[in-house]
């Protein structure tokens, strides 16, 4: 089932991109459970996620981001067990590659295995080359690429979502809005600090940029 087909048929938001410190997930689950969100797209985390779902009744959509070395972040989510399956081997090809904890993919990759997955097109800004990369990842996704519109509370969020909009809109790429959620709560930013922290190797008072900039990502 193509998981954009629930966000339209149920007419509730859905955050199709969670990706969150095991924690977290089930303070998530209870908070979409009581926001009356039907849905979460989770990008890691699947098992705890997993019984969070059952426990709560929020549907949970397995996702993945991909870092691309030749392309943008994309996001990708399996439509049933063979594209799932055909996910594990994009990813486990990747990790071949680069080694333990790491994975090396190019956009030759996804389009040679996106059979049965949705694709999401992310991008923080519009640039030179934006209306050929959503043209590029049309013609590999067909009826399953859709671009992503996230609020990033910067300066000239606005004027840049609407210009990934119009591009999007004349590649033929639907849009849809996603909050690149971390966390439940506001009050969580700064654990979430300490866990990137903590994933990072560095300290809180040398971490600087690398700290979330706000507390909006809940």
């Known amino acids: 089932m193509n998981v954009l087909v629930l966000f339209i048929s149920e007419q509730r938001y859905i955050e199709l991109q969670v990706s969150s410190h095991f924690s977290f997930l089930r303070e998530l689950f209870v908070a979409a459970h009581d926001l009356g969100i039907a849905a979460l797209g989770l990008l890691a985390g699947i098992v705890r996620a997993h019984e969070a779902a059952k426990a709560t009744g929020v549907r949970l959509i397995v996702g993945c981001r991909l870092h691309l ?88 969020d606005a004027h840049y979502l609407q210009a990934i909009s119009d591009l999007a809109s004349r590649a033929r790429v639907p849009t849809v809005v996603t909050g690149d959620v971390l966390y ?18 560095t300290s809180i008072d040398k971490a600087g940029f690398l700290k979330e900039r706000h507390a909006d990502r809940f």
């Open 69 to 156: 070395e030749d392309f943008p972040s994309i996001l990708v989510y399996p439509t049933d067990r063979l594209s799932y399956s055909r996910l594990c081997r994009l990813l486990t090809l990747g990790k071949s590659r680069a080694g333990k904890g790491k994975c090396a993919l190019t956009f030759k990759d996804v389009e040679e295995w996106q059979q049965g997955l949705v694709g999401l097109f992310v991008s923080d800004k519009p640039s030179d080359l934006l209306a050929e990369e959503l043209g590029k990842f049309r013609n590999a996704f067909g009826d399953r690429a859709y671009c992503a519109l996230t609020r990033r509370f910067r300066p000239r």
């Open 184 to 201: 439940h709560s506001p009050a969580r930013r700064a654990l979430q600090d300490v866990v990137t922290c903590i994933r990072l190797k």
